[in-house]
Nanobody, 127 residues
Framework: QVQLVESGGGLVQAGGSLRLSCAASGCTFAFCAMGWFRQAPGKEREFVAAISWSGDKTSYADSVKGRFTISRENAKSTVYLQMNNLKSEDTAVYYC????????????????????WGQGTQVTVSS
């Protein structure tokens, strides 16, 4: 069973930065593809970024390209989301997701492809 715990959310002014962390347990004996999603009030949960277990394959939503960076440290079982130049429209609850995959270079970009989710961390950007 994979368990995920997010941290690092908070309140920041527009143009500022935050770094989210996701501590994962249960991926020891398999490859875990990881991703970040977000859900704003009244909206569907949407894809933000994804990374393969190997760390060299990543994918981003168009709305965050050039501003957000996903990375991981497998030795610490942790995935990060560095968010720069934050905008008010980035305000949402951010969720970490994981899925067991067969190959280290595989990543996932849709909700239905992930079976494991964290509880979420709130990010609020004030304008």
């Amino acid at each position: 069973q994979v368990q995920l715990v997010e941290s690092g959310g908070g309140l920041v002014q527009a143009g500022g930065s935050l770094r989210l962390s996701c501590a994962a347990s249960g991926c020891t004996f398999a490859f875990c593809a990881m991703g970040w999603f977000r859900q704003a009030p009244g909206k569907e949960r949407e894809f933000v970024a994804a990374i393969s277990w190997s760390g060299d394959k990543t994918s981003y939503a168009d709305s965050v390209k050039g501003r957000f960076t996903i990375s991981r440290e497998n030795a610490k079982s942790t995935v990060y989301l560095q968010m720069n130049n934050l905008k008010s429209e980035d305000t949402a609850v951010y969720y970490c997701a994981a899925e067991l995959v067969s190959l280290p270079m595989v990543y996932r970009t849709t909700r239905r492809e992930y079976n494991y989710w964290g509880q979420g961390t709130q990010v609020t950007v004030s304008s």
